[in-house]
């Protein structure tokens, strides 16, 4: 019985979705009678709830105004449409009475469904077979304000917003050249998201633009939510811990990256961008880079490296230790450390994956929950279960230590992306290391080099310009050498030419010309 059911069920669905489909009809031309077309356009949206009609007079015409509610501004519709039209005496235009910018007509009324969906009004008057449209969408958008996960001291404040047109606004408010090129793309079936690569356009390799408007060309899906679903279709190995794409918030690291060559690809309802061919060192530079002195900034970065290979070795090399080798541990501390871990139960690798997991657990829900709790329950948390763990002899003094260096050093990475590729990688590490000791660490590292050489993004080869070495493009790096120094662009970027205007410093040279 149940299965005669199931199949009348469908049946009936299918049959719906064949009805739904005969609403829309190619190339059905505009009626005369103004009822047949507003019943065609409600059985052709199902009689959704914010679709309205307003009924007008214009030149002695009968005439109904169609929109949606949710899409058009009806301040809009007063003051561009209905208060004009009704302050009109005498046969005029309607493209001369309506205020709107933009005044356009058309007869087939299958696109009236595309316009409205778009903030646009549609215009149908009595005899007539075409309609108006008329430009009143409404704009909902918050204002530019500091990015929330990428917060520099020094430089701009100003980051992205979920509105596509203001985020292009402001790259071009930073590059006022006539070679800033934007094409956009629709992408989604049904949600019909709009996208925009941004590049320049005498910089920018050809090649690599092609292929990025290839791949989201061949993009075949109902519906793009986010700027992670772009990425998983376009990059070119989905199960790398790495990220291919580099995603930011900030306007300024936009701008440089394009004046390197790299394409941008910006997404509407997305507060950030996506930058294209990247690196592995790129996620490991930071705005402040730029905007402190060569040594500092050159300081800060190495700290940054070194915290990647801290978050993943650390927990690692304790075990290793612990467990196989504490002939490397100078004799002042091997006492210490054997009296700390001598009445914990577990080996030293279960010890670190409770803690490591209980870190990701305080992690987790400090971001869920509102931000003053969640910061209390991220401090007092860690403080209480550590405590209580070690008194417990649950887990040894040193291996807190260690786990809680290790979280920071993971925090210290400006890409969010690549910060939880570390962490991910950290547990497999820990495993080889409690299998194998420092040899199941030199193994595991050496795979992740493997598979660093092998990855590429856009065609450019993921651990450049270390492999392959390209000595010139290490002064903006590991360190960052003076800006005047760099007068060449990295090959990594697939720039259509690598000299640029020289930094030099004219006063310097003008001052020994003098000489």
């Given at each position: 019985?149940?299965?005669?059911?199931?199949?009348?069920?469908?049946?009936?669905?299918?049959?719906?979705?064949?009805?739904?489909?005969?609403?829309?009809?190619?190339?059905?031309?505009?009626?005369?009678?103004?009822?047949?077309?507003?019943?065609?356009?409600?059985?052709?949206?199902?009689?959704?709830?914010?679709?309205?009609?307003?009924?007008?007079?214009?030149?002695?015409?009968?005439?109904?105004?169609?929109?949606?509610?949710?899409?058009?501004?009806?301040?809009?519709?007063?003051?561009?449409?209905?208060?004009?039209?009704?302050?009109?005496?005498?046969?005029?235009?309607?493209?001369?009475?309506?205020?709107?910018?933009?005044?356009?007509?058309?007869?087939?009324?299958?696109?009236?469904?595309?316009?409205?969906?778009?903030?646009?009004?549609?215009?149908?008057?009595?005899?007539?077979?075409?309609?108006?449209?008329?430009?009143?969408?409404?704009?909902?958008?918050?204002?530019?304000?500091?990015?929330?996960?990428?917060?520099?001291i020094r430089g701009s404040h100003e980051g992205f917003v979920e509105n596509l047109i203001v985020n292009i606004h402001l790259i071009r408010k930073r590059i006022e050249s006539r070679h800033l090129s934007v094409k956009y793309h629709t992408v989604?079936?049904?949600?019909?998201?709009?996208?925009?690569?941004?590049?320049?356009?005498?910089?920018?390799?050809?090649?690599?633009?092609?292929?990025?408007?290839?791949?989201?060309?061949?993009?075949?899906?109902?519906?793009?939510?986010?700027?992670?679903?772009?990425?998983?279709?376009?990059?070119?190995?989905?199960?790398?811990?790495?990220?291919?794409?580099?995603?930011?918030?900030?306007?300024?690291?936009?701008?440089?990256?394009?004046m390197e060559g790299r394409v941008a690809i910006i997404m509407e309802g997305s507060p950030s961008a996506l930058i294209v061919p990247v690196t592995f060192s790129a996620f490991y530079q930071s705005p402040d880079d730029y905007n402190s002195r060569?040594?500092?900034?050159?300081?800060?970065?190495?700290?940054?490296?070194?915290?990647?290979?801290?978050?993943?070795?650390?927990?690692?090399?304790?075990?290793?230790?612990?467990?196989?080798?504490?002939?490397?541990?100078?004799?002042?501390?091997?006492?210490?450390?054997?009296?700390?871990?001598?009445?914990?139960?577990?080996?030293?690798?279960?010890?670190?994956?409770?803690?490591?997991?209980?870190?990701?657990?305080?992690?987790?829900?400090?971001?869920?929950?509102?931000?003053?709790?969640?910061?209390?329950?991220?401090?007092?948390?860690?403080?209480?279960?550590?405590?209580?763990?070690?008194?417990?002899?649950?887990?040894?003094?040193?291996?807190?230590?260690?786990?809680?260096?290790?979280?920071?050093?993971?925090?210290?990475?400006?890409?969010?992306?690549?910060?939880?590729?570390?962490?991910?990688?950290?547990?497999?590490?820990?495993?080889?290391?409690?299998?194998?000791?420092?040899?199941?660490?030199?193994?595991?590292?050496?795979?992740?080099?493997?598979h660093l050489t092998r990855l590429e993004s856009f065609g450019t080869p993921y651990f450049s310009p270390a492999i392959p070495f390209r000595l010139k493009d290490m002064k903006d790096t590991i360190v960052r050498l003076a800006v005047w120094q760099?007068?060449?662009?990295?090959?990594?970027?697939?720039?259509?030419?690598?000299?640029?205007?020289?930094?030099?410093?004219?006063?310097?040279?003008?001052?020994?010309?003098?000489?």
């Open positions: 019985m149940g299965f005669f059911k199931k199949m009348l069920n469908n049946n009936r669905r299918s049959l719906t979705s064949q009805r739904a489909k005969d609403f829309i009809h190619e190339g059905q031309k505009v009626s005369p009678s103004i009822e047949e077309n507003v019943a065609y356009i409600q059985d052709a949206m199902f009689h959704t709830a914010d679709l309205k009609t307003r009924e007008i007079s214009f030149n002695g015409k009968r005439g109904v105004l169609i929109f949606l509610n949710t899409t058009a501004d009806f301040t809009k519709i007063e003051q561009c449409i209905l208060t004009p039209l009704s302050r009109t005496t005498g046969e005029k235009p309607l493209e001369e009475v309506i205020t709107s910018p933009s005044v356009e007509k058309n007869d087939d009324l299958n696109k009236v469904i595309k316009e409205m969906i778009h903030g646009r009004v549609i215009i149908f008057f009595e005899g007539m077979k075409a309609y108006y449209v008329v430009k009143a969408y409404a704009i909902y958008k918050r204002e530019v304000s500091e990015p929330y996960n990428e917060k520099v989604g079936k049904d949600t019909k998201t709009k996208m925009a690569i941004i590049y320049m356009q005498n910089l920018a390799n050809p090649d690599v633009v092609q292929e990025v408007e290839r791949r989201i060309l061949s993009i075949d899906a109902d519906s793009i939510l986010s700027p992670g679903f772009v990425e998983e279709y376009l990059e070119g190995r989905t199960y790398s811990p790495f990220p291919q794409m580099l995603n930011t918030e900030r306007p300024d690291r936009v701008m440089g990256n394009l060569p040594l500092v900034s050159s300081f800060f970065r190495l700290i940054r490296f070194s915290s990647f290979l801290a978050a993943l070795l650390l927990p690692s090399f304790y075990i290793a230790v612990i467990s196989f080798h504490y002939e490397v541990v100078p004799s002042a501390l091997l006492f210490p450390m054997k009296s700390s871990v001598e009445y914990v139960p577990f080996p030293p690798l279960m010890e670190a994956f409770l803690l490591e997991v209980i870190i990701e657990l305080i992690r987790e829900g400090g971001i869920r929950l509102p931000s003053p709790v969640g910061q209390t329950i991220g401090i007092v948390g860690g403080l209480v279960i550590g405590q209580s763990a070690v008194q417990a002899a649950l887990v040894s003094n040193i291996m807190i230590i260690v786990v809680a260096v290790t979280a920071i050093s993971s925090f210290v990475v400006p890409s969010n992306e690549m910060g939880g590729s570390v962490r991910i990688l950290r547990f497999p590490m820990m495993v080889l290391a409690g299998l194998f000791g420092f040899l199941g660490i030199m193994t595991g590292l050496l795979l992740i080099l493997i760099l007068n060449e662009r990295p090959v990594d970027a697939q720039p259509q030419r690598l000299n640029q205007e020289r930094y030099s410093r004219g006063w310097k040279r003008n001052a020994k010309r003098k000489k």
